[in-house]
């Protein structure tokens, strides 16, 4: 093969075999294998910029995730990861901008992708110096950080440094911050000029600032003839400035003889292209500049052309302002409210704040199942009842046991068994499904020897919660499928929950609440907890400035007393009323259609439209409430079940003990979804479920849910009293509101029960019956019973003439009604005054 020599040598030329030794190392010898190297470096590169972009999007997500991969397993971790390329993305993305980098983890990938370009020789990256590309990501990543990580120790409130800074910036910010201090921007300025300087080639400042010019002059070129002045043209900088970026590097060199040959001779014209450039941009430099003065005169320039050009470049003018003012106000219409902003820091919990309870999984045994299987079959043999098949589906805490029965047999046959079954089976529990709703079987429910715990964390870590949709989604607990529940409060939309004491119902209500606080942001949910017992709930009052209302004159952020809670409950009704009315000027149906306008910036805060919040109100011990309020509790509390639901206030009811007295008819019927832990009677079972079997559960959690007229056995999940502490603490130590979110203040009219009294129609025991109390210093009913030997109902009566008169406090629940007369004197002024009115 004939081979093309060149005759041309410099003066630095070496002889073509020492070029030889200087080759790529022993990978490069196929040229396929360098093309495929290229492709791989180039293929990292977009993989890490993909990477980087989805961890903007949903870095916060991940973050919990990745810390639990060796709890989960990759196959779980993998299907939690929000990151769009799996774990190994979310993982690159952690580190590189997280842990190291911050957004400065970007400039990584042009160097990276241009290194792979170079390998692969694609003519269209030919031009890029990889050199120069290197230093200015090396530069930028080191100046950059230097600047965000110094700014935000200036501005330590400003929580946009967080999600740009990384623990590079940080580290440099506190060591410039601690040797130069502000002399840091002083540095920062300089060193960037410095950079400038070299990076562009700048030899005067009037390069680096090309719009500085004379205001009756300008600087051209004198235009020459000859064909190199017009092959380059140096008298713009900036042109000069950006060819210095696009300098060919030195090309890689190939092994193969033929190949090479070629190359070399390529490489050679290139050189001798490059120095004749060189040489006439020389020769175009050494070209004298002349001024030419460009005031024009008014015999050069007719009046007439000079007004029509005004005119046009006025026109123009206002048009291209006209043009921008709409595309601004387009912009800033399309721009969305975030009610997030506030609180943009917020970190939701993380389940490392629950502890892992693997060990308590149990299940059952084959031969327990048998057991039970033959016990069953012995039992409906026995009293003749015939059985074509039965099959055992395993659940956390009962096993059920589906059986069909022979043509001919009665189901009330078989529920009237249950005794009997739960005779021969040994076991408490038992509760028998005539028939199973949607399928042709009976369902026998056996308790298993060993129950299994469902951890509240590994119902946090399921598919169904993590990518739920739902508005206020709360975790009920596994079904006997071993199903994890998880429903919506918002369509719900009230709970009533019922249970019996140490059955679960406060670690229930714990539950709900847990559930909602690890979905949603503080600006996005409220909650009102009352709680008369002081201790099931007060471990939430850390929340009192992320997630918990009141009203504006409490100073507790948890209601324990009872006057308190009916002022509350006036108060939501008040808050319902007025979202009631935003709606309707809005013009929405609901809660969500409200706020996706206010979103949307279709609706005006100056005429009082805002964010609205989900407010869930939780009150415990509801029993109590009706014994000591009654009338003042039901009322509110009907009314809100029945009107409040599309303007997103919920209610969850717990009682002790549902009694028709407790939950009335009014209340009921408002609450379509009911939970019942083990009752001690099956009446309290018929009031709460309007079926018995809640008095068959085992306790510990096992309960009943009724909802959309069906009822599942479910176990609810455990969550401890020092996992909720660590919860609250974790958003407790957190920025929050300045305080509590305030609902509307409730005035009551003090008037309003001394004007119902006649008090012409004074009892002849009143003067008596008032010296009596002011001298025992003790509003009491049964006081002016036992000692004026009175009946309950005279008794109440003089209780009522005496609040009137101002002399006792109003009703206060289980407490006796506060004096308000502390002396006889002031007592007999007010008896004088009393005699005269009458």
Not at 311 to 338: F, P
Not at 348 to 377: C, F, G, H, M, W
Not at 714 to 743: K, V, W
Not at 769 to 789: D, E
Request: hydrophobic share 40%.
């Amino acid at each position: 093969m004939a081979t093309v020599q060149n005759t041309y040598k410099g003066k630095n030329d070496t002889p073509s075999k020492k070029k030889r030794r200087f080759t790529l190392p022993s990978f490069s010898i196929d040229h396929r294998l360098r093309v495929a190297i290229g492709i791989l470096i180039q293929g990292i590169a977009c993989f890490l910029c993909i990477a980087f972009i989805s961890h903007f999007v949903h870095g916060r997500f991940d973050q919990g995730v990745l810390e639990s991969v060796q709890e989960l397993g990759i196959k779980n971790a993998g299907k939690l990861m929000h990151n769009w390329l799996g774990i190994v993305g979310a993982m690159a993305s952690y580190y590189f901008m997280f842990r190291w980098l911050g957004i400065t983890a970007f400039l990584i990938i042009p160097p990276l992708y241009l290194l792979g370009a170079k390998f692969t020789q694609s003519r269209f990256w030919k031009t890029w110096s990889l050199y120069r590309a290197t230093a200015f990501s090396v530069f930028g990543i080191l100046w950059v950080n230097v600047a965000l990580g110094y700014i935000a120790l200036l501005f330590p409130t400003k929580e946009l440094f967080d999600n740009l800074l990384g623990g590079v910036a940080f580290e440099l910010g506190i060591l410039f911050d601690s040797l130069l201090g502000w002399g840091t921007l002083i540095f920062l300025c300089t060193v960037l000029l410095i950079f400038i300087i070299y990076y562009f080639n700048i030899t005067s400042f009037r390069n680096l600032f090309p719009f500085i010019k004379t205001s009756s002059s300008k600087i051209e070129p004198i235009q020459k003839t000859s064909p190199l002045s017009t092959s380059t043209q140096t008298s713009n900088p900036t042109n000069a400035s950006f060819s210095r970026f696009l300098e060919p590097e030195e090309e890689l060199k190939e092994t193969d003889d033929e190949y090479k040959e070629s190359e070399e001779e390529e490489i050679e014209n290139s050189k001798h292209a490059y120095l004749n450039e060189k040489i006439y941009a020389n020769t175009s430099a050494e070209v004298p500049l002349s001024i030419v003065d460009t005031t024009v005169s008014e015999e050069d320039a007719p009046s007439k052309f000079i007004e029509e050009n005004n005119s046009t470049i006025t026109t123009n003018h206002s048009a291209l302002l006209h043009e921008n003012k709409k595309d601004l106000s387009t912009e800033n219409t399309l721009e969305d409210y975030d009610p997030k902003l506030e609180l943009s820091a917020y970190h939701y919990p993380t389940v490392d704040l629950l502890e892992v309870r693997e060990a308590l999984k149990k299940e059952v045994s084959q031969e327990e199942l048998e057991q039970n299987k033959d016990k069953i079959v012995k039992t409906l043999t026995d009293f003749k009842i015939g059985i074509s098949s039965i099959k055992a589906t395993i659940g956390p805490t009962v096993t059920l046991y589906e059986i069909v029965p022979e043509a001919g047999v009665k189901i009330s046959k078989i529920k009237n068994l249950e005794d009997d079954i739960a005779l021969s089976l040994a076991a408490l529990g038992i509760r028998i499904i005539a028939p199973i709703p949607g399928k042709g079987t009976i369902g026998i429910e056996v308790p298993n020897k060993n129950r299994e715990m469902v951890p509240f964390r590994d119902m946090l870590l399921s598919d169904k919660f993590l990518k739920s949709n739902m508005e206020l989604p709360i975790v009920l607990g596994k079904s006997i499928s071993n199903e994890a529940v998880i429903v919506d409060l918002a369509r719900m939309p009230h709970v009533l929950i019922a249970g019996a004491t140490g059955q679960g119902k406060s670690v229930g209500l714990n539950v709900l609440l847990a559930s909602l606080i690890y979905k949603k942001h503080p600006s996005q949910l409220k909650l009102v907890l009352v709680d008369p017992k002081k201790v099931e709930l007060s471990l939430f009052s850390h929340l009192e400035r992320h997630f918990l209302a009141k009203l504006p004159q409490s100073e507790e952020p948890i209601i324990t007393e009872t006057k308190k809670v009916v002022h509350t409950l006036n108060s939501l009704c008040l808050e319902m009323d007025l979202r009631y009315e935003l709606l309707k000027q809005a013009g929405t149906r609901n809660i969500k259609e409200y706020n996706d306008k206010f979103v949307k910036r279709r609706l005006n805060p100056e005429k009082g439209h805002r964010f609205l919040p989900y407010i869930v109100l939780v009150i415990d011990e509801f029993a109590d409430m009706m014994m000591t309020a009654g009338k003042e509790v039901e009322m509110p509390i009907a009314r809100l079940a029945q009107l409040a639901r599309a303007i997103g206030i919920h209610l969850v009811l717990a009682t002790q003990r549902p009694s028709v007295n407790v939950i009335t008819g009014i209340i009921k019927a408002n609450f379509p979804v009911r939970i019942s832990f083990r009752v001690t009677s099956k009446v309290d079972s018929r009031t709460i479920l309007d079926t018995g079997g809640a008095e068959q559960l085992v306790g510990q959690g096992d309960m009943l849910l009724a909802m959309n007229s069906s009822i599942i056995r479910l176990q609810c999940p455990f969550l401890d009293t020092h996992e909720i502490e660590h919860i609250c603490d974790y958003i407790g130590a957190q920025r929050g509101y300045e305080s509590a979110y305030m609902l509307p203040a409730y005035e009551e009219d003090e008037d309003d029960s001394r004007a119902e009294l006649d008090l012409g129609d004074i009892d002849p025991l009143f003067e008596e019956a008032a010296r009596l109390i002011v001298a025992h210093q003790q509003g009491s009913t049964s006081l002016i019973q036992r000692k004026l030997k009175l009946g309950y109902n005279r008794a109440g009566r003089l209780i009522d003439q005496l609040e009137a008169a101002g002399i006792v406090g109003p009703f206060e629940g289980s407490k006796a009604r506060e004096v308000l007369i502390t002396d006889e004197r002031s007592l007999e002024m007010i008896l004088r005054s009393q005699q005269e009115n009458v």
